[in-house]
């Protein structure tokens, strides 16, 4: 390369120095709302559901009534009923 001064775009990308700033340390991320978040009881039909050994129709009838996603559903109808 030559000894040419470096001007510019070339100068501002290669030439600046190393900042003095001290490392930032990682902050961690907040937990996740859903883990924190109680979920309602199963009511009398999702209960009428799991005893008649349709576990998919309680977990979807929880999941149409609370709005609940899928994990959190069939963690619901588990916990009801003792599984």
Known sequence: ???AP???LFAW???RK???KPAQT???APAAATESV???PPNAEELQLVASGKLIMAVKAY?????????T???AIDAATGR
Do not use: C, H, N
């Open 63 to 71: 999941r149409e009534r609370t709005g609940a996603d899928l994990k």
């Open 26 to 28: 990682p902050v961690p």
């Open 1 to 3: 390369m030559s000894d």
């Open 6 to 8: 470096r001007t510019g």
């Open 38 to 40: 109680v979920s309602p």
């Open 13 to 15: 990308l290669f030439g």
């Open 18 to 20: 190393q900042s003095s």
């Open 73 to 75: 559903a069939k963690a």
